[in-house]
């Protein structure tokens, strides 16, 4: 999977989800490191039970939408 904060991830006609490894895409007012961080192992529980390929996870700090 890529993890990126790079919103050009976002484009599913350049980027269709049904192609990749999955992409988490991080759409964060805060881009530090620590932040960041914080937010992924928050992400990490839902990570462990649901599918990952095939996918574009958009992540904000409040909530996550999957894209198929």
């Given amino acids: 999977m890529l993890v990126t904060l790079d ?3 976002a484009n599913i006609q350049d980027y269709p989800p049904s192609q990749n490894a999955g992409i988490l895409l991080l759409r964060l007012g805060l881009t530090s490191n620590r932040h960041v961080l914080t937010v992924i192992r928050r992400l ?13 996870w958009v992540i904000d700090e409040h909530s996550v939408r999957i894209h198929e």
């Avoid at 990490?44 to 574009?56: G, M």
């Fill in 7 to 9: 919103t050009d991830f």
């Fill in 44 to 56: 990490l529980p839902l990570l462990r039970n649901e599918e990952v390929a095939r996918r574009l």
